[in-house]
């Protein structure tokens, strides 16, 4: 406002006298303005030239902590996961600059050309936009007049520097996305996927691949990211790098399965590894079945059969036409390239968790998947040649479909899971009674129905033992009395308890070794010789085990081996795997004898499985393992001769062996009764301590010693020790399905108990006295009183400065935050 007057002024100074009003005015605002401005606006050079920004603000993410001129570092929580730019604006407080001098503003050493009437807006490039990204990006506030502080100008140009930790997190689902799959066959021909496969695409998880009937090797390329922490496994298995490349041989498969998984694991940023898995299934062309003898073919090309292990049920097969396996509101029939066997499977089980194992053949070699798949339960279990696999049962019926996948072909069998109702609940006839457990045949003790009937009682009942199959031995002087082929036992089979029916007078004469611990009885029966030469008869040892307690005869177990030599030329149920040893493929054999002779005359042929169902043989070498659940197999070496003539021994027990609830290195106490010993093998002599704990009422557990065959029994108040050697194995009188959690918890509990103890006891001894209190109390008191006093002395030499500092100087300074205290920030 007043440089318009100084050139009048100078050049006409006649016209001063007219002006004199006007340029008091203008003198009068130039004072005010520098009055009201002049402790803001600072020329370039000034010392006090302002260098702080008004505002930074990023459109993508968060500033923290909220932005303040005066704090110069911030972390930048990018909020958009795809973001590969930040949109940054920037705000100069236009109060303490001439807008012709604003000051020079850089973000990593890039100068911005800005006017200040508009925000200044800056794009920054923070790279890929999945990956994880930490960066800093700095924000440099210069002096434009490039006046250097410090003494004499020596230092650097003045200028202040905000900078920002730009965080943004992966995106871990996208991470774990293949970027290639990709199938060729030996000429390079790319073979599609169905449905197609698309990079980074979270549709399409289930791939199958359709080669043609000829193609004999194939080529498959996987890939994930090319990310740090990103990794890639096979089947399971952890592999190098990001991807590669599989050569498929498919000479001898009809269907290849793989399973390929992306792996992101960083614990920076994921508490546990993050993954993709990616079901790759490469099929063969199988020629059309529309003709009758298409389908047979097929249905002869591989077979399976489908069991459940013994102690958990069976399965019986049934005709896929039957009623029990028509799905209710589903039309039968096969889908599109399925074949329906004429047979199905009836599978009872008794629990809601089952091992069911599937058995199958190809006559070509190939290795067909199998799985068990229920619609009603959303659930596919693949199925593993004679691997037992577990199968969860729901109540009543489940409908379910075991298929087999020949190529691009599938032969399909209905199954049916029923959860049959327990015999139990099966009310006998007068003079019968339940039959007795067999824990390892549980068809015995299941209905036909979910619901037991009467149409049930012949099945689930049997007659009541007759005393002359009572075994469990008689007191001193005693024996079973003279009518015991008429007198009955209480249940179907005589134990224990019946002794007082079945006992009157000794009638038998043994010959016995006696020691002062024990006596043991031996009755060896000789079956006469079978009608052939060879092999040698079989013979059968029975062994009554007793103690003495009492003053009296305690017996406790019966045990009853046969042992039979006997030719080992073919097991029935049993089979070789892998199923075909190199350099082989199967053949059609007229019986197991042919496919033993195949054997015999083929080099490295040390094993044979023939698949009775349609006559398959396969060999096997040394490396095969023999499979216990070969249903539907008759296994065998190359050739009988005497080298195979081994014993085959059967034994059983009055109850079976039930190591599954044992547990070794644990005492019980306080004990009840003396000490028993047995003087018998170790899985025997564990087997009758557990069954005179289950004939004594008062038995809670039993605790067996196996190098002093020593047995002691404890009530339900006695308490585990955990510090017994681990030859010395415990348990239940009976062995049921919740003991070992049960059992896991009161052993929990009583440790939990013992520690709490011990660690009391640490603090007791370890608390000082009240006398040794008294001194550090006084101390402590006397310390707080001095800090209080110097606190209160610093504050009212401090009140004097502030209430004389400028009020433009004063304001609020964020608190630094302090160390980080185990995870948490102080401020």
Known sequence: TCLPFSPLIRLRPGVAAMATPSLLCCMFLAATCALTFGEHVRMPGDPKYYLNLARIEVAEGTIFPDFQPEVKEYTLDVTQGSATNLTMYINVDLMHYDPMFCPRIAVNGETLHYTPLEPIKHIINIGGSIAPVKKDVQIQVSDPSGHRGGFM???????????????????????????????????????????????????????RFHVGFDIEEAKLTVGCHNVPGVSWELDGKPQSGYGGTLHLSMSRHYTRRLVFTCVYSDPEWAAVPVQRSYLLKVLKHVPQHDAGDDKERILKLASAQLRVIPTHGFCAPAPSSSEDLAEPGVSPGAGEKEVVSETGFICKINQETAMLVATFSSVDGAAPEVSLISDSMNEATVLHNAIPSTVHVQHGRMHSRLVMEVGDEAIVYPVLLLRPDDCSSVVCKQGRVVRPRDPFAAETSMCAREVCSDDDEPHCCVDKAKCDTYSAGCPAGFGLRDDAAQALCAEGVCALTDQGMCCEVLHATFTATTTQAATSMIATTTVPPATTAAPPPPTTTTTIVRTTAGGGWVPTTITTTSTAMQLLCAEQDKVWLPLDMLGTQPTIEDSFRSCQERCLSTPKCEHFSFWTAHQHCHLQDGRADRQEFGYGFMSGPPECTPGNLVPTTTTTYTLPPNEVCFQHGIYWGPLIGGLLYFDAPKEEGILACQVRCAEWSACSHFQYDTKAHECALADAASLPNPGAPDYVVSGPPTCHGLYNELSDYVLLQYRMAKAADILRESRMARSPTAADVRPIAGFGTLACLAVFAIGLFLVQRRRPMLSTGSASEMRLIPAEPLADRGGQTVE
């Open 153 to 207: 100008g020596l230092g650097g140009v003045r200028s202040e520097t905000y900078l920002l930790h730009v965080v943004k997190p992966p995106q871990e689902q996208r991470l774990v996305m293949a970027s290639t799959i990709r199938l060729t066959d030996s000429t390079g021909k790319a073979i599609m996927a169905q449905p197609a496969f698309v990079a980074n695409s979270p549709m399409a998880s289930n791939l």
